[in-house]
């Protein structure tokens, strides 16, 4: 049960310290200030008191057991402290310390696992940046920003560019459930936390940043019954990018056509960048899966090619429209628009233009999905036609994404779709490129 | 001339209102707000006063001829106020005013080309969205946010879209030059725009939006003879995209394929995406092209890895290092490190380090170009990986790129890269698309 470690009622920080270069000085402080109601306990026998808060000499002195222990001490010192936390009955532990087998030290690495296993404490790392669970406010990590909650949970392989990538999700408000650092997976791995956040009733989406996976089967296993989309970035499909990848992660668990096989058999939605990565799991964790016949409707014809060019690039399907979706929309398109798909509406951006079109389109038996693009030119509120959107969508269970393009005058719109959980980007290929990956998956559906 | 246009000494707004509803009212209230220095008359024979200033009845009542005119009024007064104009002496003319070949009133636009040609007038527009000359502190256009000063010229067909991207672009705090709307081109088109560009001494790159080209012939002359850059986006390459554009433009002056060979003819870099169209225009607006062969370097293995996989997708060759750089390597890396290309520091972000291994790298005899990426893990001051870059570069000619990745917390560090003009993005695979079109461009010189 990996609860106990990302749901926990209790944290002891061992290495807790009152210098603020190490990390646990920042992981208690993160702890701290993100708001964590459980009780927090620090620990190390060189300090009394750390961010006024009582300090013990060691886990064995704290006045209860805790569920989760969390380790920040140098590398040589783990051990001893992870057989105070078993001996304590601590329920799993968190190893942020590094120095494993990421630097070759394997012995160490396989010593810490066994110790672990013997008293049944389940694992993270070592060498992990640690996790953030946003529902119980607890940033059990290194991050200095606390993300925005949401529906998406991110497991990435540890190391500086996963924390970074963190780091830089939360700058976005992206929102997000748990953020998990694998670090050196000696105990939990990829497949654990999988199998953790299937069950999860926060987590709509699994987003992952692979660099390696050592039990393939086993992964393939998990991912392939997990009633949720899981969208992955795999690094090193190139020739020099897997040599780099073999002195990186130390091991090279197979080529990259084999992860490839591997992610289409177990359903994982493989991305080819990071804001793919991103851009698709906002979508899928918010919107329905989408089958292929991709409507697209803007008030400015130049970004509906745009969008149109780049789904024929992707494979998608823009279908004719049917005969009476034609006679409806020649009923209150200006004269001089054309009903077609891509549909413009030759500059009208008002609420009822885009209501009438969007409600239009949606019923034409032949879109399975709808992308609506509103490009700004300052005569328009730019909130009327979104709230256009937001009507048009309700009662309908065809997707719809947005794209809402221009400056700082549009925020308000923006705000307005996020609120209706209406996927929204700021230029019309990131919006095809995620909605392309809604249909990926709803054919990943219809195969299970 | 187009500089009586784009750099006018005085201006006439004809149109100018009170009514803020009204073109003539934002055009006017940009214009000023934005701190232009030369003449400003409003002209209205309905108001006696706007925005604080004297209204005269026609242009034909202002105290001095004019350079430019800006033509604000219903389409169906556009020829009196035009002959008025030509009649004044006004040197050339922006026609603001919607309702000509756009809405299929041919006829009408071709009488107004007349009437500019027959004074000798040159004229942008009808239906452009006007233009933006930030050197002259000069908004003459209805885009509601200044931009940035810098080096980038956009040329972008008129319509809501051009309007909401340059709005965009302001918003994201990149530096234009000159920005022209160039709407129906019924005089002055994209190739007159180039010729003025190629001699501005402000322009150092040249981005364009299009959606279709009249005079083929004449653009590949003009753009071969361009000793800058010039990256356009073209849209319309789909079945359904270029069904669409043919009623969005209402001529089509061919097909895709045709516009691809033509831009190969020009030396025209060709975007495919909104996003590659800017970032890569930052790219060639303040660095050199680049021969290929690529040193990707990072402080986060998979950062460094995902770089070198869509360099790989891209074309691009990263080489493998030569002996000499090797070993120099070896001196300076940890020792769990490997001397590579990509070459990844084992998460050292310190400036010794990023200093040392740009140096090295750069002093390879294979590569043409460097790819600096930092991931950003809080225990390292960013900027100071930042000015080792900086430092670094200082006297060497192959071009630098950076990707700076993380939360706010990189944010100065950015700021210093920028200031020395250091082309930087948040995501690698960004930067590494920017790289391959200095490659592509350093190709086009070669072959001119």
């Keep these: 049960m990996l609860s106990k470690i990302l749901e926990p009622d209790s944290i002891a920080v061992i290495g ?69 936390c078993g001996r304590k009955g601590v329920r799993g532990v968190v190893i942020v310390s590094a120095g494993f087998s990421e630097v070759g030290n394997r012995e160490l690495e396989n010593n810490v696992r066994d110790i672990a296993r013997d008293y049944e404490m389940r694992m993270l790392g070592p060498n992990t940046f640690g996790f953030i669970n946003t529902h119980l406010h607890l940033n059990a990590s290194i991050i200095p920003q606390m993300p925005e909650k949401g529906g998406i949970s ?63 089967r086993r992964f393939i296993d998990v991912a392939s019954r997990i009633g949720k989309p899981v969208i992955a970035l795999k690094t090193g499909r190139s020739r020099a990018g897997s040599k780099a990848a073999l002195s990186h992660t130390g091991s090279l668990a197979g080529t990259d056509r084999i992860y490839d096989g591997a992610f289409k058999q177990a359903g994982v939605i493989r991305a080819w960048t990071i804001e793919e990565l991103f851009d698709s799991a906002l979508a899928l964790s918010i919107s329905q899966p989408a089958d292929d016949g991709i409507g697209i409707i803007s008030n400015g014809g130049g970004a509906a090619i745009l969008a149109a060019d780049l789904s024929e690039d992707l494979g998608l399907h823009l279908p004719d429209l049917s005969g009476i979706t034609v006679r409806m929309l020649e009923g209150v398109l200006p004269a001089i628009a054309t009903p077609a798909n891509p549909l413009d509406t030759a500059g009208d951006g008002s609420y009822e233009m885009f209501k009438d079109v969007t409600d239009i389109m949606l019923s034409d038996p032949g879109i399975n999905a709808l992308l609506v693009i509103y490009v700004h030119a300052e005569m328009v509120d730019p909130c009327l036609p979104a709230e256009a959107v937001i009507d048009a969508r309700e009662g309908c269970d065809k997707p719809v994404i947005t794209s809402w393009i221009g400056g700082k005058g549009i925020g308000t719109a923006v705000k307005r779709l996020e609120e209706n959980r209406i996927p929204n980007y700021p230029l019309p290929e990131r919006a095809v490129v995620a909605l392309n990956n809604l249909v990926r998956y709803k054919r990943i559906l219809k195969k299970r």
Tied chains: 1, 2.
Excluded at 188 to 216: F, Q
């Design 154 to 216: 991110f497991v990435t392989q540890s190391g500086t560019f996963g924390l970074a990538l963190v780091d830089w999700a939360a700058s976005q408000q992206m929102g997000l459930h748990l953020v998990v650092g694998v670090g050196n997976k000696a105990d939990v791995d990829d497949s654990d936390i999988l199998e953790h956040l299937s069950a999860d009733r926060h987590t709509k989406t699994i987003m992952m940043y692979i660099e390696g996976i050592e039990r393939g």
């Design 16 to 84: 807790a310290s009152s210098n603020r270069e190490k990390w646990g000085y920042r992981i208690l402080g993160n702890i701290i200030s993100a708001g964590y109601s459980g009780e927090v306990y620090p620990v190390n026998p060189n300090e009394g008191e750390v961010l006024g808060m009582r300090c013990y000499p060691s886990v064995l002195d704290l006045p209860h057991r805790v569920d989760l222990g969390i380790i920040a001490v140098p590398a040589g010192s783990v051990p001893a402290v992870l057989e105070e």
